[in-house]
């Protein structure tokens, strides 16, 4: 398919304002795909790589700017680019107005077809996510400037939004699944199970189109292809006794979550976010895994642990996330654990449907260990009243533990979704999960710094702004907020930064108030930092009805 194809395409589903046409649309784009059907449906979502696969195209907006800038007719600078963001708000509208592809044909002399291809693009791309160190920033403006040197205006504002991750064009995981049902006649039900099954919308739409049905219902886990966690929502020990009876009860680590895959030879760790993390934990590799000797693909929790082995704060494991170099001091400074708390696959099987239970036999004979020396496992216990639940709490506390999961005894384990039956309960005071989307640069003598930052609340797929936090953070840890979010500036006027929806900061209050101020129609008072969630994505960050539903 040509890019300026799938561009017009693109620029309709962005006219039309009905969910039902959105779907009738990309439905048809599919239909319509061919070969490159895998490649659209990532695409219509801003993506190169699928979902599972922890590689990013990790451009940052200076990098687009400067290769817009080389491109336009004539030549501005990247500041110019920068100007006219701030003035029509949208990099695809400017990336649209800069008359871009002045020198059209110059980078394929004489062979007289120099147009984009969605294939080509998908290549050049993905070639451009692999260069790294010296030189591999030009080698990356280079690139992007070759593409859009060959832009047309309307390809010019979906390829900006592509290299920047955002399309802009309302569709989400549910179009994708819906319009792959209806391009292919197939269930939907069946592809958004085949989804959290692979976490490729692209393997799915194949398989849909090619073996329909009884396809969809074949696919399977792979191990090395995280899945998406399966979630909590807050409960009672009387919600989870009247709902289920019986119930599993499990301690609630402060940690962070990690899915370890072992494929017989080799250990991968997954975020929640699936970004891969497996050079930055060494020990849960060499512990966990080394107790392995079949292929497995383990849900658990990573956490902080003191000499003596008690849990430490969960800010702890999140300085040993994202960590690149000096793995090894950290690893001295911050000793973490792994415990598993379930089995979606043990030796050739998927056990995503097997009751809770029975995933649980499964990790324990995976894992070993007995209730004295659990191994490595999560401790499970079944309650039969709210007072055995309650005892429980009381020894995960005691033990250090953030507070309890009650879980469903016969549930199956289904990814990305926060259903009624894994139930969280923890006697914190509540955090919310905020995403930056502004700051402020700071006085006096921290004034190298951003001193505020404006935080926005997840409203589908939009962020609205709901306070501004510069309270709890140390003068070291501004510098290292710094440094985190600059790659994600946006715009500058004044001492005001606009930042692109990165980071996701976890963030304490006194209340939450209705409010004319912020975007989302609330405030927060005294809001306080906590930690930066580095193991979320802002569309992990907390909704828009959680706020309204905490504010009743
Ligand atoms: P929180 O900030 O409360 O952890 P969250 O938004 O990160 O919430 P939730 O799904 O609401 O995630 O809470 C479940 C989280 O608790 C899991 O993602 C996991 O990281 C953690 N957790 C700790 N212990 C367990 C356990 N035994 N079973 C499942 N999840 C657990």
């Not at 006085?443 to 930052?453: C, L, P």
Request: glycine content about 10%; charged content about 30%.
């Amino acid at each position: 398919m040509e890019f300026a194809e799938f561009a017009t395409r693109a620029a309709a589903v962005e006219s039309v304002s009905a969910d039902t046409d959105t779907v009738g649309f990309v439905a048809e784009l599919f239909a319509d795909a061919g070969e490159d059907l895998a490649v659209v449906t990532r695409f219509v979502r801003g993506r190169v790589f699928p979902a599972h696969e922890p590689t990013t195209l990790d451009i940052g907006p200076a990098l687009c700017y400067e290769a817009l800038a080389r491109a336009a007719r004539p030549n501005v600078a990247a500041a110019d680019v920068e100007a006219k963001l701030a003035e029509i708000g949208e990099i695809g509208a400017v990336a649209e107005e800069l008359d871009l592809g002045g020198q059209r044909g110059l980078a394929s002399f004489g062979d007289g077809d120099d147009g984009l291809t969605v294939a080509g693009v998908d290549a050049e791309l993905r070639a451009l996510a692999g260069a790294e160190g010296v030189g591999s920033t030009d080698t990356k403006v280079e690139t992007l400037f070759g593409l859009f040197n060959r832009a047309g205006p309307t390809e010019a504002r979906f390829l900006a939004r592509l290299v920047l991750g955002n399309m802009r064009i309302g569709v989400g995981e549910g179009a994708v699944r819906d319009a792959t049902a209806a391009a292919f006649d197939v269930p939907s039900e069946a592809v958004e199970r085949a989804m959290q099954v692979s976490n490729d919308a692209g393997l799915v739409a194949e398989t849909a189109r090619s073996e329909g049905e009884p396809g969809l219902g074949d696919v399977r886990l792979a191990v090395g292809r995280p899945v998406e966690a399966m979630l909590a929502q807050a409960g009672s020990a009387v919600d989870a006794i009247e709902a289920w009876g019986s119930v599993a009860v499990e301690p609630k680590f402060d940690g962070a979550r990690v899915q370890l895959h072992y494929d017989g030879v080799e250990t991968r760790l997954f975020s929640r976010n699936l970004e891969e993390v497996t050079d930055a934990l060494p020990e849960v590799v060499e512990t966990v895994a080394a107790a392995l000797d079949r292929p497995a693909i383990l849900d658990g929790e990573v956490v902080a642990v003191d000499e003596d082995g008690s849990p430490r704060p969960f800010q702890d494991v999140l300085r040993r996330f994202r960590r690149k170099h000096d793995v090894a001091a950290a690893r001295e400074a911050v000793p973490v654990e792994f415990y598993a708390f379930d089995c979606l696959h043990a030796d050739g099987d998927d056990l995503l449907d097997a009751p809770l239970l029975e995933r649980r036999e499964r990790l324990s004979a995976l894992l070993g260990g007995d209730d004295a020396d659990p191994g490595g496992v999560a401790d499970v216990r079944i309650a039969e009243s709210v007072e055995e639940i309650a005892a429980r709490e009381e020894a995960a506390l005691a033990a250090g533990h953030e507070g309890i999961m009650l879980k469903n005894p016969e549930s199956a384990y289904t990814p990305g979704d926060r259903g009624r039956n894994w139930l969280k309960r923890k006697p914190d005071v509540e955090t919310l999960d905020l995403v930056v989307t502004g700051a402020e640069w700071g006085e006096g003598r921290r004034a190298n710094h951003f001193g505020t930052f404006l935080l926005s609340i997840r409203d589908g797929e939009a962020f609205e702004p709901i306070g501004k936090v510069a309270t709890g953070i140390t003068d070291e840890e501004l510098e290292r907020l710094h440094e985190r979010l600059v790659s994600h500036v946006r715009s500058e006027s004044g001492t005001d930064v606009e930042i692109d929806p990165a980071v996701v900061f976890e963030v304490g209050y006194e209340e939450i108030q209705r409010s004319p101020t912020y975007g989302s129609g609330y405030a927060l008072r005294f809001p306080r930092f906590v930690a930066v969630r580095e193991d979320k994505s802002p569309e992990d960050a907390d909704s828009l009805e959680r706020v309204e539903r905490l504010a009743r």
